[in-house]
């Protein structure tokens, strides 16, 4: 059976709606395209007041074509476009692309068109990409359809493209083409108001043409879905992403560090590192990325080889490739021997093997083979300047010919040689990517490296833990009753345990003898806090001291509180007495809401300078366990939870389960905005961890109203 996108990306028959007898309009460039390209199915132009264009039969109406019409493509003024799309639902047309620009993104006149838009799509049952989008693209021979206005034409090839900006995608399809990259589909989504870059790369995910997707996003419309499904898509093949817009308006003013340490573009971080989606820097990135991915094999590893007939090249090479993580490969004394007893004495045989400047063809073919049958060595990248001596075709046709006979992946880079130049030519032509600079050639790599890691990882399971979600919902909903947002330190120490925190031992005190009771009860040292509803950080109030030894010292602390506060006009209503945790490290771990993505867990080590540190990871949630692993991994202080100097290591395994216990609380409880545990103390491996200080904001009415629709 075909699927509701098979009518948009393989329809047998296509109406041009719009079709202009003009040449240089949208819709001439369109029907142009449909043709020069080669489309195999039957095309027909619309247009009321023509009875051909571009020597075509043209209809007035869709309802008046004679055959089927699977699809239509509609370039005619927004004022006409309901009409048009009215006809297609009583033609019995399945599949719309709307190039039409006019709708939600010129206000509200355009809004009110976009929605009428949808309810006729719905009312037919009816399938659309755009509207306000350039169209789509399948190069498959049995289809070979193009039914944008591009001006350049596609190269068929196994990368899918789908593009949020409509404009760019010109830009995007003409680069392509000068990169010699081929492309199996593509998609602009315009206004996205039926189709979804989530169903198509779903559909991508099916697609045998195409063995990689990238993607071109201003916005996430739902980042969550996104997440679900690239989770699984990149299992199989791999996506990279380019993502513009950093800037998500209307963020919340943060109340909390966590909060105040997630800047503007986390949400996404965090998104694209938890679904194995690889982010490029660029638009050139992503293509010298997409290159690579389309063209060669995975790396094992991360040990490169260099071949070079010039050494500064290898050695920006190297510099490259090193900070982007990959390792120079230590070739074995088998293949430094070898070399040696080939190579001219000038050479170097160590890595990189700089071939010097008169090298051809015959002598590279001898280092690259030398340096792919090495075992140290997972991938090689051939840099080649321009030879003063030699042909340059010659060394690109030896490079692609030792290429057949290895499965470690090639990347060569001819320096500063254009792209039309022949023996670039000749490399892209027989599938060896090829760079402007080595640099280029490293990044690649490296983004091929790390998506050969994420293959190898554990998928990882999203844990459900045996808490006390209705302790947690008595404590949440009595705030709410009370008209608060902000729970007060002992309900949030309640709301953790009964999601299975261990926190410090707290009691409340209405005067000193009920604290010295409890300090007796609890074991000193302990610490001792005044509570007040106006008081909020209670440290700048004096209303808070640590480490008490002795009920003395608990008696002196009381009084110097109590003056301190009334001093400033106020009488505490309570004394928390709790005990003083030590040992461990500190850590931060808490939940921020992010307006766009939703919550988000956040960790670090902690203390004073987190915020000034900002040694913090982010993820969405829910958490799988590897995703709580690799998050503690993240951070650039791990290390020191590994242990430092001798000192034992922290209990990671520990601090992995409680992200995820978060986790689960934040997506039982939408209403949770922040939280805020720190110091969260981790103690040595097999000894847990200590919530000592938190707090916790509740969305406001609104917002929890609008978070569980
Ligand atoms: N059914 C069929 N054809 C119709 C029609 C109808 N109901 N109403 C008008 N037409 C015909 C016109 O007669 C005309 O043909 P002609 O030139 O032979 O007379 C043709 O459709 C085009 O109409 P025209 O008024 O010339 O429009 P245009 O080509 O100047 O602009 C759009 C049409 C769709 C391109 C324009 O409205 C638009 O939206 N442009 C922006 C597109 C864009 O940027 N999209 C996003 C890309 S990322």
């Not at 120490?493 to 009691?507: N, P």
Request: with cysteine; aromatic share 6%; proline share 5%.
């Amino acid at each position: 059976m075909r699927e509701r996108l098979d009518y948009i990306f393989s329809p047998e028959s296509i109406a041009v709606v719009g079709a202009s007898r003009s040449r240089r309009k949208v819709s001439s460039e369109v029907l142009d395209n449909l043709l020069t390209f080669g489309f195999t199915g039957r095309v027909y132009p619309i247009n009321p007041k023509a009875s051909s264009v571009h020597s075509i039969k043209a209809y007035p109406s869709v309802l008046d074509v004679p055959d089927d019409v699977d699809m239509a493509i509609i370039v005619v003024p927004a004022a006409h476009v309901l009409r048009v799309v009215e006809e297609c639902g009583q033609k019995g047309v399945k599949g719309l692309v709307v190039i039409t620009a006019g709708f939600s993104e010129v206000g509200a006149a355009g809004t009110e068109r976009e929605r009428q838009l949808h309810a006729l799509l719905k009312s037919y049952d009816m399938t659309m990409i755009g509207p306000n989008c350039m169209g789509v693209i399948n190069t498959h021979d049995d289809v070979q359809m193009d039914s944008t206005f591009s001006p350049i034409p596609p190269l068929k090839g196994n990368i899918a493209f789908l593009t949020q900006s409509g404009a760019l995608g010109v830009a995007i399809l003409e680069h392509a083409r000068n990169v010699a990259v081929g492309m199996s589909k593509f998609a602009s989504l315009g206004n996205a108001v039926d189709v979804s870059g989530n169903e198509i790369i779903e559909y991508l995910e099916r697609d045998p043409e195409t063995d990689l997707i990238l993607l071109y996003i201003e916005s996430f419309g739902d980042p969550r879905n996104f997440v679900r499904i690239a989770r699984r898509v990149t299992r199989k093949k791999p996506i990279i992403a380019l993502k513009s817009g950093r800037t998500e308006a209307g963020r919340r003013a943060a109340v909390s560090h966590t909060g105040a340490m997630a800047g503007p573009d986390v949400g996404a971080q965090a998104l694209f590192e938890q679904c194995g989606v690889l982010r490029a820097g660029s638009i050139q990135e992503l293509f010298d990325i997409g290159m690579a991915f389309s063209q060669q094999p995975l790396p094992a590893g991360r040990r490169v080889a260099i071949v070079t007939n010039a050494g500064g090249p290898g050695i920006m090479a190297t510099d490259a490739l090193v900070s982007y993580g990959m390792e120079m490969a230590r070739l074995s004394p088998k293949t430094i021997a070898y070399l040696e007893g080939k190579l001219p004495e000038e050479a170097s045989t160590q890595n990189p093997i700089d071939l010097i400047a008169d090298a051809d063809g015959a002598r590279y073919k001898i280092a690259m083979e030398a340096a792919l049958k090495d075992e140290n060595v997972d991938a090689l990248v051939v840099i080649t300047v321009p030879p003063i001596v030699t042909d340059d075709v010659e060394i690109a046709r030896a490079i692609w010919e030792v290429a057949q006979e290895y499965d470690k992946p090639i990347l060569s880079s001819f320096v500063s040689r254009a792209k039309e130049s022949p023996a670039f030519m000749e490399l892209t032509g027989h599938g060896i990517p090829s760079y402007l600079f080595p640099e280029n050639a490293a990044r690649s790599l490296a983004a091929m490296a790390t998506y050969k890691e994420y293959l190898a990882r554990e998928e990882g399971e999203f844990r459900v833990f045996d808490v006390d979600r209705e302790e947690a919902e008595g404590i949440i909903s009595a705030v709410r009753r009370q008209g608060r947002t902000r729970l007060h330190e002992l309900e949030t120490l309640e709301l953790l345990q009964a999601y299975g925190f261990d926190v410090v031992a707290t009691r409340m005190a209405q005067d000193l003898e009920g604290a010295l009771a409890h300090a007796e009860e609890i074991g000193y040292p302990v610490a001792l806090k005044a509570v007040h509803p106006e008081i909020v950080h209670k440290t700048e109030y004096g209303a808070v001291a640590l480490d008490i030894r002795t009920p003395d010292e608990l008696r002196e602390h009381f009084a110097k509180i109590t003056k301190r506060l009334s001093s400033k006009g106020f009488e505490a209503e309570e004394f928390m007495v709790q005990e003083f945790a030590r040992g461990g490290k500190e850590t931060i771990m808490g939940v921020s809401l992010d307006p766009k993505f939703g919550p988000m867990i956040v960790f670090g080590l902690g203390g004073i300078y987190v915020e000034f540190l900002k040694d913090v990871v982010f993820r969405l949630t829910p958490m799988t366990d590897v995703d709580a692993m690799r998050m503690i991994e993240s951070v650039r202080s791990y290390p020191i939870l590994e242990g430092v100097r001798g000192e034992p290591p922290s209990d990671v395994a520990s601090l992995a389960e409680y992200l995820q216990r978060l986790s689960q609380m934040v997506e039982d409880f939408h209403e949770i905005g922040e939280v805020d545990i720190n110091p969260f103390l981790v103690f040595e491996k097999g000894k847990g961890c200590k919530v000592v200080d938190a707090r916790t904001i509740l969305t406001s009415p609104e917002d929890a109203s609008r978070s569980s629709a």
